[in-house]
């Protein structure tokens, strides 16, 4: 079965960095869009970051954007997210999501897979 799984999340100070990774298995990778969405404790999931199939198109939120790029090595079937300047309102768990055919990338209910999240803490 298909399987994401993400890594890379922890405990940093405000203004620090972080970069996620998701690797990807039994996905036909290159054919999905990949996103990047967050949840903070009370809150609903929310939309941060997503690429193309190709990886030449990119799209973020308000919240992270010139703060957070999302990359994909389609080689690697692995997609990343390098978060620089963080903030303790980005403290959320973080999850990546793949997806076929998307209208509207920034709702979870586009995207056909799911990982478990990696928590991202951010201390000020």
């Known amino acids: 079965q298909v399987q994401l799984v993400e890594s890379g999340g922890g405990l940093v100070q405000a203004g620090g960095s972080l970069r996620l990774s998701c690797a990807t298995s039994r996905l036909t990778f290159g054919s999905y869009s990949m996103a990047w969405f967050r949840q903070a404790p009370g809150k609903e999931r929310e939309f941060a970051a997503r690429?193309?199939?190709?990886?030449?198109?990119?799209a973020y939120a308000d919240s992270v954007k010139g703060r957070f790029t999302i990359s994909r090595d389609n080689a690697k079937n692995t997609v990343y997210l390098q978060m620089n300047s963080l903030k303790p309102d980005d403290t959320a768990v973080y999850y990546c999501a793949a997806g076929m055919g998307i209208r509207d990338y920034s709702v979870p209910r586009s995207y056909n897979y799911w990982g478990q999240g990696t928590q991202v803490t951010v201390s000020s």
């Open positions: 690429i193309t199939s190709s990886g030449v198109l990119t």
